[in-house]
């Protein structure tokens, strides 16, 4: 997400506003920037502010039509619970947002940093210094977030003149991965050891590609036994219960269609989201 004209406007309108209230804009930027949320603590808050009004004078307004062209006691009751969720749920989905994308970024971070140490390694081998080591990984869009992380880098030590220890310490800072930060810490001590970086960077590469063959291995398990699950509740179970249900109804002699409805159009597409959630939300996941 990036800074647009309407952020940069809602930012203008609430600045004072934000300026009221002694709180700490640091670690909010942080957490923004783990995100890879371009905007400062202010706009982005501030846009959030904003569709949250938009939202309860929008479903206020469309609720009191809803009334006025249908007076009931329904609609008026819809006018209190449809403007009190919708903005309610703008703003959980939207102060919710930076700690989920930097959740998220971590653990595509974690996926390719195998393969993105193994890349640094392969380059340390040849003799490439590590600022061309991240600059080369920063044009490389196969890492992932790996790539956004190298970019930040490179973007410190290119156009901000910045040393490579200070650049790398301010990764450490902002990445939302435990593990990259964990590496690029290794390869600080290392360097200002004066240390070779080679081994490091061999015995990181063993490292990760074994835990990655053995979180593969677990997510092979745990997809396994999501694919018996479906199958056993959302399609073995119900065909047995339909022929069940319609042999115990020829034999006492009719049977109501209600519960089969119910089933159809309810239970069943309400299983087979929970398991699209369940893979969404990285569970089962091999790549």
Do not use: H, W
């Amino acid at each position: 997400m990036k800074s647009t004209k309407y952020s940069r406007f809602c930012r203008r309108i609430f600045s004072k506003t934000f300026e009221r209230f002694d709180i700490s804009e640091t670690s909010k930027n942080r957490l923004l920037e783990k995100a890879d949320i371009s905007m400062v603590y202010k706009e982005y808050y501030s846009m959030v502010v904003m569709n949250i009004i938009i939202g309860f004078i929008s479903s206020f307004i469309s609720t009191l039509i809803l009334y006025l062209l249908i007076p009931t006691n329904i609609t008026s009751l819809l006018i209190l619970i449809v403007s009190s969720i919708v903005p309610m749920g703008i703003g959980l989905f939207y102060l919710g947002m930076p700690t989920s994308k930097a959740k998220s970024r971590g653990k595509n971070i974690d996926r390719y940093l195998p393969y993105a140490t193994n890349f640094i390694n392969t380059m340390s081998v040849a003799g490439i210094s590590p600022a061309e080591i991240f600059e080369a990984l920063s044009t490389i869009k196969l890492y992932g977030e790996v790539q956004k992380e190298a970019k930040k880098i490179t973007t410190e030590l290119n156009m901000m003149g910045i040393d490579t220890i200070t650049a790398l310490k301010n990764a450490i800072v902002i990445s939302p991965s435990t593990k990259f930060k964990e590496f690029i810490q290794g390869m600080l001590g290392v360097i200002q050891s004066g240390s070779e970086l080679g081994p490091y960077f061999d015995r990181c590469v063993e490292k990760y590609m074994s835990d990655d063959l053995i979180e593969r291995k677990r997510n092979l398990e745990a997809l396994a036994i999501m694919a018996e699950s479906f199958v056993v509740t959302v399609i073995a179970f119900p065909l047995f219960l339909v022929i069940i249900i319609s042999i115990m109804g020829m034999t006492s002699g009719g049977i109501s269609f209600d519960f089969l409805f119910i089933l159809a159009f309810l239970i069943l597409p309400m299983s087979y989201g929970g398991f699209y959630v369940m893979m969404k939300s990285g569970m089962g996941e091999t790549v």
